[in-house]
Protein backbone atom coordinates (compact mmCIF):
# COMPACT_ATOMS: atom_id res chain seq x y z
CA UNK A 1 0.00 0.00 0.00
CA UNK A 2 1.01 3.35 -1.17
CA UNK A 3 0.85 6.78 0.62
CA UNK A 4 -1.36 7.36 -2.54
CA UNK A 5 -3.87 4.82 -1.44
CA UNK A 6 -4.80 6.20 1.50
CA UNK A 7 -7.50 8.82 0.72
CA UNK A 8 -7.86 11.42 2.97
CA UNK A 9 -10.84 13.55 3.14
CA UNK A 10 -10.52 17.47 2.07
CA UNK A 11 -11.16 19.85 4.71
CA UNK A 12 -12.67 22.46 2.54
CA UNK A 13 -14.92 19.69 0.89
CA UNK A 14 -16.22 18.84 4.06
CA UNK A 15 -16.86 22.22 5.65
CA UNK A 16 -18.28 23.31 2.48
CA UNK A 17 -20.98 20.98 2.88
CA UNK A 18 -21.75 21.81 6.82
CA UNK A 19 -24.08 24.65 6.53
CA UNK A 20 -25.08 27.14 9.35
CA UNK A 21 -28.45 26.69 10.81
CA UNK A 22 -30.75 29.88 9.55
CA UNK A 23 -31.44 32.13 11.92
CA UNK A 24 -34.72 32.90 12.04
CA UNK A 25 -35.40 35.48 14.93
CA UNK A 26 -35.95 38.34 13.13
CA UNK A 27 -38.56 37.24 10.54
CA UNK A 28 -40.24 35.33 13.03
CA UNK A 29 -40.66 38.40 14.99
CA UNK A 30 -41.54 40.48 12.39
CA UNK A 31 -44.28 37.75 11.08
CA UNK A 32 -45.36 37.57 14.23
CA UNK A 33 -45.59 42.00 15.13
CA UNK A 34 -47.32 41.39 11.61
CA UNK A 35 -50.12 39.30 12.22
CA UNK A 36 -50.95 40.39 15.90
CA UNK A 37 -50.86 44.18 14.65
CA UNK A 38 -53.56 42.35 11.57
CA UNK A 39 -55.61 40.90 14.01
CA UNK A 40 -56.37 44.13 16.33
CA UNK A 41 -56.89 45.83 13.10
CA UNK A 42 -59.58 43.23 11.74
CA UNK A 43 -61.01 42.80 15.59
CA UNK A 44 -61.31 46.38 16.45
CA UNK A 45 -61.67 48.19 13.12
CA UNK A 46 -61.22 52.07 13.69
CA UNK A 47 -62.38 54.81 10.31
CA UNK A 48 -62.18 58.43 10.05
CA UNK A 49 -59.24 60.49 10.03
CA UNK A 50 -56.11 60.54 12.55
CA UNK A 51 -55.11 64.15 13.31
CA UNK A 52 -52.12 64.90 13.82
CA UNK A 53 -50.77 68.45 15.44
CA UNK A 54 -47.35 69.35 14.31
CA UNK A 55 -46.89 72.42 16.35
CA UNK A 56 -45.87 72.69 19.74
CA UNK A 57 -46.98 74.62 22.79
CA UNK A 58 -49.23 77.61 22.07
CA UNK A 59 -47.78 79.34 24.39
CA UNK A 60 -44.26 78.65 22.63
CA UNK A 61 -43.79 81.63 20.24
CA UNK A 62 -42.28 79.96 16.30
CA UNK A 63 -42.40 81.14 13.18
CA UNK A 64 -43.50 78.82 11.14
CA UNK A 65 -46.90 77.51 12.27
CA UNK A 66 -47.95 74.12 10.37
CA UNK A 67 -51.51 73.69 12.00
CA UNK A 68 -53.08 70.11 11.93
CA UNK A 69 -52.36 67.28 9.70
CA UNK A 70 -55.60 64.79 8.89
CA UNK A 71 -54.87 61.72 7.87
CA UNK A 72 -57.49 59.45 6.37
CA UNK A 73 -56.76 55.97 8.28
CA UNK A 74 -58.13 53.49 6.12
CA UNK A 75 -56.22 53.96 3.20
CA UNK A 76 -52.88 54.75 5.51
CA UNK A 77 -53.28 51.72 7.36
CA UNK A 78 -53.33 49.85 4.09
CA UNK A 79 -50.80 50.73 2.63
CA UNK A 80 -48.44 50.66 5.50
CA UNK A 81 -49.85 46.78 6.26
CA UNK A 82 -48.65 46.24 2.49
CA UNK A 83 -45.19 47.39 3.10
CA UNK A 84 -44.85 45.75 6.38
CA UNK A 85 -45.74 42.34 4.87
CA UNK A 86 -43.14 43.39 2.15
CA UNK A 87 -40.57 43.74 4.96
CA UNK A 88 -41.48 40.52 6.64
CA UNK A 89 -41.41 38.63 3.61
CA UNK A 90 -37.89 40.10 2.73
CA UNK A 91 -36.68 39.11 5.69
CA UNK A 92 -37.92 35.48 5.06
CA UNK A 93 -35.90 35.67 1.82
CA UNK A 94 -33.12 37.32 2.99
CA UNK A 95 -32.85 34.21 5.75
CA UNK A 96 -33.10 31.37 3.54
CA UNK A 97 -30.60 32.54 0.81
CA UNK A 98 -28.43 33.15 3.89
CA UNK A 99 -27.93 36.75 3.37
CA UNK A 100 -28.38 40.00 5.65
CA UNK A 101 -31.33 41.50 5.39
CA UNK A 102 -29.96 44.74 6.70
CA UNK A 103 -30.34 46.78 9.79
CA UNK A 104 -33.04 48.76 8.22
CA UNK A 105 -35.62 46.29 8.02
CA UNK A 106 -36.75 45.84 11.57
CA UNK A 107 -36.40 49.45 11.72
CA UNK A 108 -38.56 50.50 8.97
CA UNK A 109 -40.78 47.61 10.63
CA UNK A 110 -40.78 49.37 13.81
CA UNK A 111 -41.54 52.73 12.82
CA UNK A 112 -44.01 52.06 10.69
CA UNK A 113 -45.76 49.61 12.89
CA UNK A 114 -45.82 52.20 15.79
CA UNK A 115 -46.99 54.72 13.04
CA UNK A 116 -50.16 52.49 12.11
CA UNK A 117 -50.83 51.73 15.87
CA UNK A 118 -51.19 55.50 16.55
CA UNK A 119 -53.37 56.14 13.57
CA UNK A 120 -55.42 53.55 14.37
CA UNK A 121 -55.99 54.53 17.70
CA UNK A 122 -56.46 58.23 16.95
CA UNK A 123 -58.88 57.38 14.10
CA UNK A 124 -61.74 59.22 14.63
CA UNK A 125 -60.94 60.29 18.06
CA UNK A 126 -62.10 63.93 19.28
CA UNK A 127 -58.35 64.74 20.17
CA UNK A 128 -55.39 65.08 18.41
CA UNK A 129 -51.63 63.10 18.34
CA UNK A 130 -49.94 65.96 19.65
CA UNK A 131 -46.73 65.33 17.59
CA UNK A 132 -43.80 67.58 19.46
CA UNK A 133 -45.41 66.26 22.40
CA UNK A 134 -44.96 62.99 21.86
CA UNK A 135 -41.54 63.18 20.46
CA UNK A 136 -39.82 65.99 23.19
CA UNK A 137 -41.65 63.77 26.02
CA UNK A 138 -40.08 60.40 24.58
CA UNK A 139 -36.97 62.86 24.63
CA UNK A 140 -37.33 63.69 28.20
CA UNK A 141 -37.66 59.80 29.40
CA UNK A 142 -34.98 58.39 27.55
CA UNK A 143 -32.46 61.16 28.99
CA UNK A 144 -31.84 58.88 32.08
CA UNK A 145 -31.94 55.44 30.98
CA UNK A 146 -29.03 57.07 28.17
CA UNK A 147 -26.72 57.56 30.85
CA UNK A 148 -27.57 54.53 32.84
CA UNK A 149 -26.97 52.91 29.66
CA UNK A 150 -23.82 54.29 28.90
CA UNK A 151 -22.75 53.71 32.72
CA UNK A 152 -23.57 50.14 32.21
CA UNK A 153 -21.56 49.74 28.74
CA UNK A 154 -18.45 51.29 30.49
CA UNK A 155 -18.94 49.01 33.49
CA UNK A 156 -19.70 45.80 31.41
CA UNK A 157 -17.03 46.72 29.13
CA UNK A 158 -14.56 47.03 31.62
CA UNK A 159 -15.69 43.39 32.77
CA UNK A 160 -18.47 44.59 35.72
CA UNK A 161 -21.67 43.78 35.51
CA UNK A 162 -23.26 46.99 36.63
CA UNK A 163 -26.75 45.66 37.87
CA UNK A 164 -26.70 48.50 40.60
CA UNK A 165 -27.80 51.20 37.43
CA UNK A 166 -31.32 51.53 39.52
CA UNK A 167 -29.39 52.43 42.84
CA UNK A 168 -26.80 55.21 41.26
CA UNK A 169 -30.13 56.77 40.19
CA UNK A 170 -31.81 56.87 42.74
CA UNK A 171 -29.32 58.28 45.18
CA UNK A 172 -27.80 60.42 42.63
CA UNK A 173 -31.33 61.81 42.23
CA UNK A 174 -31.33 62.35 46.02
CA UNK A 175 -28.09 63.93 46.27
CA UNK A 176 -28.90 66.12 43.68
CA UNK A 177 -32.11 67.26 45.32
CA UNK A 178 -30.29 68.04 48.36
CA UNK A 179 -27.01 70.29 47.16
CA UNK A 180 -29.57 72.17 44.59
CA UNK A 181 -31.58 73.00 47.26
CA UNK A 182 -28.86 74.24 49.39
CA UNK A 183 -26.73 76.06 47.29
CA UNK A 184 -29.96 76.97 44.76
CA UNK A 185 -27.80 76.28 41.89
CA UNK A 186 -28.31 72.91 39.59
CA UNK A 187 -25.04 72.62 38.36
CA UNK A 188 -23.93 71.88 42.10
CA UNK A 189 -26.71 69.46 42.15
CA UNK A 190 -25.33 67.79 39.07
CA UNK A 191 -22.32 67.39 40.76
CA UNK A 192 -23.85 65.96 44.43
CA UNK A 193 -25.74 63.56 41.60
CA UNK A 194 -22.23 61.99 40.33
CA UNK A 195 -21.07 62.17 43.69
CA UNK A 196 -24.32 59.53 44.60
CA UNK A 197 -23.70 57.69 41.42
CA UNK A 198 -19.58 57.28 42.41
CA UNK A 199 -20.39 56.43 46.22
CA UNK A 200 -23.12 53.16 44.80
CA UNK A 201 -20.24 52.31 42.61
CA UNK A 202 -17.55 52.67 44.72
CA UNK A 203 -18.84 50.07 46.85
CA UNK A 204 -19.65 47.49 43.84
CA UNK A 205 -16.52 48.20 42.83
CA UNK A 206 -14.64 47.56 46.26
CA UNK A 207 -17.18 44.28 46.67
CA UNK A 208 -17.38 42.90 43.18
CA UNK A 209 -13.13 43.71 42.30
CA UNK A 210 -11.18 43.21 45.58
CA UNK A 211 -13.50 41.32 47.95
CA UNK A 212 -14.68 39.03 44.36
CA UNK A 213 -18.53 38.79 45.76
CA UNK A 214 -20.49 37.52 42.86
CA UNK A 215 -21.39 40.87 40.67
CA UNK A 216 -24.94 40.39 40.36
CA UNK A 217 -26.01 39.50 43.61
CA UNK A 218 -24.11 42.90 45.14
CA UNK A 219 -25.95 45.02 42.19
CA UNK A 220 -29.06 43.00 43.52
CA UNK A 221 -28.36 44.09 47.37
CA UNK A 222 -27.31 47.91 46.22
CA UNK A 223 -30.62 48.76 44.86
CA UNK A 224 -32.45 47.17 47.63
CA UNK A 225 -29.66 48.88 50.29
CA UNK A 226 -29.92 52.42 48.39
CA UNK A 227 -34.15 52.43 47.75
CA UNK A 228 -34.50 51.75 52.06
CA UNK A 229 -32.06 54.50 52.87
CA UNK A 230 -33.41 57.23 51.00
CA UNK A 231 -36.84 56.29 51.27
CA UNK A 232 -35.66 56.21 55.18
CA UNK A 233 -33.75 59.82 54.77
CA UNK A 234 -36.93 60.97 52.86
CA UNK A 235 -39.04 60.60 55.77
CA UNK A 236 -36.81 61.59 58.25
CA UNK A 237 -34.98 64.10 56.91
CA UNK A 238 -36.87 65.81 54.07
CA UNK A 239 -40.11 65.50 54.42
CA UNK A 240 -39.88 68.07 57.97
CA UNK A 241 -37.24 69.96 56.06
CA UNK A 242 -38.72 70.12 52.55
CA UNK A 243 -38.39 74.06 52.18
CA UNK A 244 -34.74 73.93 53.05
CA UNK A 245 -33.69 70.56 51.72
CA UNK A 246 -36.01 69.29 48.91
CA UNK A 247 -36.98 72.24 46.93
CA UNK A 248 -34.13 72.15 44.28
CA UNK A 249 -33.09 74.35 41.79
CA UNK A 250 -33.77 73.87 38.60
CA UNK A 251 -32.55 73.39 34.60
CA UNK A 252 -34.79 75.84 32.50
CA UNK A 253 -35.07 74.87 28.75
CA UNK A 254 -32.32 76.55 26.55
CA UNK A 255 -33.42 77.08 23.20
CA UNK A 256 -30.54 77.46 20.56
CA UNK A 257 -31.20 79.93 17.98
CA UNK A 258 -32.17 79.19 14.74
CA UNK A 259 -32.14 75.77 15.50
CA UNK A 260 -34.96 75.74 18.33
CA UNK A 261 -36.92 77.43 15.64
CA UNK A 262 -36.97 75.04 12.81
CA UNK A 263 -40.45 73.28 12.84
CA UNK A 264 -41.24 70.04 14.50
CA UNK A 265 -37.40 69.03 15.30
CA UNK A 266 -36.37 72.38 16.59
CA UNK A 267 -38.40 72.26 19.83
CA UNK A 268 -37.71 69.10 20.06
CA UNK A 269 -34.24 68.51 20.11
CA UNK A 270 -33.19 72.16 20.59
CA UNK A 271 -35.61 73.54 23.49
CA UNK A 272 -34.32 71.40 25.95
CA UNK A 273 -32.79 71.57 29.54
CA UNK A 274 -28.70 71.21 30.20
CA UNK A 275 -28.84 68.15 30.43
CA UNK A 276 -30.39 67.35 27.10
CA UNK A 277 -27.43 69.06 25.69
CA UNK A 278 -24.67 67.20 27.71
CA UNK A 279 -26.19 63.81 26.81
CA UNK A 280 -25.72 65.24 23.16
CA UNK A 281 -22.14 65.74 24.04
CA UNK A 282 -21.31 62.53 26.22
CA UNK A 283 -22.95 59.50 23.94
CA UNK A 284 -20.58 60.60 20.46
CA UNK A 285 -17.44 61.15 23.53
CA UNK A 286 -17.75 57.75 25.03
CA UNK A 287 -18.68 56.40 21.74
CA UNK A 288 -15.42 57.87 20.43
CA UNK A 289 -12.95 57.33 23.12
CA UNK A 290 -14.36 53.83 23.35
CA UNK A 291 -12.94 52.73 19.70
CA UNK A 292 -10.15 55.60 19.30
CA UNK A 293 -8.62 55.77 22.07
CA UNK A 294 -5.63 54.75 24.35
CA UNK A 295 -8.50 54.75 27.14
CA UNK A 296 -10.65 52.55 25.07
CA UNK A 297 -8.67 50.24 24.20
CA UNK A 298 -7.78 49.36 27.86
CA UNK A 299 -11.04 49.47 29.07
CA UNK A 300 -11.81 46.88 25.79
CA UNK A 301 -8.67 44.87 26.40
CA UNK A 302 -9.11 44.38 30.57
CA UNK A 303 -12.82 43.24 29.80
CA UNK A 304 -11.92 40.92 26.99
CA UNK A 305 -8.45 39.33 27.81
CA UNK A 306 -7.89 41.04 31.15
CA UNK A 307 -4.66 38.32 31.65
CA UNK A 308 -3.50 39.52 28.23
CA UNK A 309 -3.83 43.09 29.14
CA UNK A 310 -2.18 41.93 32.30
CA UNK A 311 1.23 40.48 30.74
CA UNK A 312 1.60 44.04 28.31
CA UNK A 313 1.72 45.88 31.84
CA UNK A 314 -1.94 47.06 32.37
CA UNK A 315 -3.18 46.94 35.99
CA UNK A 316 -6.34 45.32 35.45
CA UNK A 317 -8.10 45.77 38.57
CA UNK A 318 -6.72 49.34 38.95
CA UNK A 319 -8.47 50.27 35.58
CA UNK A 320 -11.46 47.92 36.41
CA UNK A 321 -12.02 49.86 39.76
CA UNK A 322 -11.36 53.76 37.87
CA UNK A 323 -14.25 52.68 34.98
CA UNK A 324 -16.68 50.88 37.73
CA UNK A 325 -16.38 54.56 39.71
CA UNK A 326 -16.78 56.43 36.22
CA UNK A 327 -19.41 55.02 34.99
CA UNK A 328 -20.99 55.30 38.20
CA UNK A 329 -21.31 59.20 37.98
CA UNK A 330 -22.35 58.97 34.21
CA UNK A 331 -25.54 56.89 35.77
CA UNK A 332 -25.64 58.97 38.35
CA UNK A 333 -26.24 61.97 35.75
CA UNK A 334 -28.97 60.10 34.98
CA UNK A 335 -30.06 60.56 38.84
CA UNK A 336 -29.78 64.23 38.63
CA UNK A 337 -32.53 64.62 35.77
CA UNK A 338 -35.05 63.23 38.33
CA UNK A 339 -35.17 65.94 40.26
CA UNK A 340 -33.47 68.49 38.49
CA UNK A 341 -35.35 68.77 35.22
CA UNK A 342 -38.43 65.82 35.12
CA UNK A 343 -39.95 66.85 39.07
CA UNK A 344 -38.91 69.97 41.31
CA UNK A 345 -38.54 67.46 44.17
CA UNK A 346 -37.49 64.06 45.44
CA UNK A 347 -39.95 61.42 45.97
CA UNK A 348 -39.37 58.14 47.09
CA UNK A 349 -38.61 54.98 45.05
CA UNK A 350 -39.11 58.42 42.30
CA UNK A 351 -36.74 55.94 39.83
CA UNK A 352 -39.79 53.73 39.65
CA UNK A 353 -37.15 50.85 37.83
CA UNK A 354 -36.05 52.61 35.02
CA UNK A 355 -32.51 51.62 35.55
CA UNK A 356 -33.03 47.88 35.03
CA UNK A 357 -34.97 49.65 31.54
CA UNK A 358 -31.37 50.90 30.91
CA UNK A 359 -29.66 47.60 31.74
CA UNK A 360 -31.93 46.08 28.52
CA UNK A 361 -30.96 48.89 26.60
CA UNK A 362 -27.39 47.92 27.23
CA UNK A 363 -27.82 44.56 25.99
CA UNK A 364 -30.78 45.49 23.30
CA UNK A 365 -27.56 47.99 21.96
CA UNK A 366 -25.02 45.22 21.89
CA UNK A 367 -22.74 46.74 24.51
CA UNK A 368 -22.45 50.11 22.11
CA UNK A 369 -23.17 53.94 23.16
CA UNK A 370 -25.02 54.61 20.09
CA UNK A 371 -27.26 51.47 19.59
CA UNK A 372 -27.98 51.68 23.22
CA UNK A 373 -28.90 55.33 22.54
CA UNK A 374 -31.45 54.20 19.89
CA UNK A 375 -32.45 51.06 22.56
CA UNK A 376 -33.06 53.96 25.16
CA UNK A 377 -35.30 56.24 22.94
CA UNK A 378 -37.21 53.60 21.80
CA UNK A 379 -38.25 52.76 25.18
CA UNK A 380 -38.87 56.23 26.21
CA UNK A 381 -41.15 56.71 23.53
CA UNK A 382 -43.11 53.39 24.13
CA UNK A 383 -43.29 54.80 27.68
CA UNK A 384 -44.83 58.41 26.18
CA UNK A 385 -47.35 56.67 24.04
CA UNK A 386 -49.46 55.88 27.70
CA UNK A 387 -49.79 59.00 28.27
CA UNK A 388 -50.80 60.44 24.10
CA UNK A 389 -53.27 57.32 24.30
CA UNK A 390 -55.21 58.47 27.80
CA UNK A 391 -55.09 61.96 26.43
CA UNK A 392 -56.75 60.83 23.05
CA UNK A 393 -59.26 58.33 25.20
CA UNK A 394 -58.42 56.09 22.63
CA UNK A 395 -59.81 52.25 23.37
CA UNK A 396 -56.91 50.74 24.33
CA UNK A 397 -56.71 49.19 27.80
CA UNK A 398 -55.43 51.54 30.50
CA UNK A 399 -53.40 48.50 32.03
CA UNK A 400 -51.77 47.74 28.61
CA UNK A 401 -50.64 51.30 28.41
CA UNK A 402 -48.99 50.88 31.46
CA UNK A 403 -47.64 47.63 30.55
CA UNK A 404 -46.05 48.95 27.39
CA UNK A 405 -42.91 50.31 27.89
CA UNK A 406 -41.95 46.45 29.94
CA UNK A 407 -43.62 44.59 26.79
CA UNK A 408 -41.49 46.63 24.20
CA UNK A 409 -38.38 45.79 26.44
CA UNK A 410 -39.25 41.82 26.25
CA UNK A 411 -39.83 42.44 22.71
CA UNK A 412 -36.82 44.17 21.36
CA UNK A 413 -34.21 41.57 23.88
CA UNK A 414 -35.87 38.44 23.26
CA UNK A 415 -37.30 39.26 19.59
CA UNK A 416 -34.38 41.08 18.12
CA UNK A 417 -31.23 40.60 20.10
CA UNK A 418 -31.98 37.01 20.67
CA UNK A 419 -28.54 35.09 22.22
CA UNK A 420 -26.06 37.21 22.16
CA UNK A 421 -22.78 37.46 24.17
CA UNK A 422 -21.28 40.84 26.07
CA UNK A 423 -17.66 41.39 26.73
CA UNK A 424 -15.94 37.81 27.37
CA UNK A 425 -14.67 38.26 30.77
CA UNK A 426 -17.62 40.19 32.19
CA UNK A 427 -18.67 39.05 35.49
CA UNK A 428 -15.32 37.20 36.05
CA UNK A 429 -13.23 38.67 38.81
CA UNK A 430 -9.42 38.80 37.93
CA UNK A 431 -6.86 37.01 40.15
CA UNK A 432 -3.80 38.28 39.01
CA UNK A 433 -1.13 35.13 38.83
Known sequence: MTVADIQTPAPAAATADIKTPLKLKVPVSLTAAFALLGLLLLLAPRHGDAIFNLDPNSSQKIPVVLGDLPIPADAT???CMVVLALLA??????????????AWVPVLFGVLGVFVFVTWAAAGASGKVPVVGLLSGALSLAVPLVFGALGGIIGERVGVVNVAIEAQ??????????????????YVGLIGAMIGGMLVAFVLAAFAIKYLVEQVIIGVVLNGLVLGLTSFLYQIVLVPNAPALNTPAQFGNLKIPLLGDIPVIGPVLFNQPFIVYLMYIVVPFVAFSLYRTRWGLRVRAVGEYPRAADTVGINVNRVRFTNVVLAGAIAGVGGAYFTLASVPLFTQNMTNGLGFIAL?????????????????????????????????QSPVPKEFLLMLPYVVTLIAVAGFVGRIKGPAASGKPYIKG
Open 77 to 79: IVV
Open 169 to 186: FLLGAFMAAITASITHNP
Open 360 to 392: AAVIFGRWDPMRATFAALLFGFAQNLQNTFSAL
Open 89 to 102: AWSWVATVLRRKAG
